[in-house]
């Protein structure tokens, strides 16, 4: 039972223009959300969350959107840049205090100059 | 400042034997402590978490357990290795209290 899910495996953005990363969710019990970026053979690095009581959360060039009855999150990028280009999770917790993190399967992003 | 060491960074080990990874975190105190594996393909699944020394949830049935001997340290263990427990396998950390978990670098295990 996939709880978190992402949709789009890969998805190519040109450098410059807008890149958004969709993550949908079935379990209305999560009330934080993060996304995370991965480079191959390291681990995840955090980027940026959101609390259920938002419906968007800004950090430079990245922000997230929160849609709560529709259960689907959104991560913009823009301007896209090359060193963006890696796999980024979505991720989500039933707490903010949770121990435990559901992951999605993962989109990877590729920046073309 | 907070770090997490994650070694080996690469292992190839034949079907049946044992393995041991470890994971050590600086620079906090009581952390949570999380094992996930990243399966080819597939997103990260939760293996085990520690909220303290000696204690160690399991979220999947599986041929590995987990254990933390000391409040920063948290090992990984197989007795037998199966073909299927190849992955890329991360240690994480967090605040208790706090949902934002920090990664190490990962070990890429190859069973063959």
């Known amino acids: 039972d996939q709880q978190v899910k992402q949709n789009s495996p890969s998805l190519s953005v040109q450098e410059g223009r807008i890149s958004i990363l969709n993550c949908d969710y079935t379990?209305?019990?999560?009330?934080?959300f993060l996304w995370y970026k991965k480079y191959p053979a390291e681990g995840p690095t955090f980027l940026i969350s959101i609390s259920s009581i938002k419906d968007k959360n800004e950090d430079g060039r990245f922000t997230v959107f929160l849609n709560k009855s529709a259960k689907h999150l959104s991560l913009h990028i823009v301007p896209s840049q090359p060193g963006d280009s890696a796999v980024y999770f979505c991720a989500a917790s039933a707490d903010a205090g949770a121990q435990k993190l559901v992951f999605g399967q993962g989109t990877r992003l590729t920046i073309n100059p | 400042s907070q770090t997490i060491h994650q070694w080996p960074a690469t292992l190839v080990q034949p079907v049946g034997s044992p393995l041991s990874l470890e994971c050590t975190v600086e620079g906090t105190s009581n952390p949570n402590l999380y094992w996930y594996r990243q399966a080819a393909g597939r997103g990260l699944q939760l293996l085990f978490y520690s909220i303290g020394i000696g204690q160690i949830s399991s979220e999947v049935p599986q041929n590995l357990s987990a254990s933390r001997p000391q409040d920063r340290q948290f090992i990984l263990s197989s007795k037998k290795l199966l073909l299927s427990d190849s992955g890329f396998y991360l240690c994480?950390?967090?605040?208790?209290?706090?949902?934002?978990?920090?990664f190490g670098q990962g070990t890429r295990l190859t069973v063959v």
């Open positions: 379990n209305s019990m999560f009330d934080y």
């Open positions: 994480a950390w967090s605040v208790q209290g706090a949902p934002v978990a920090f």
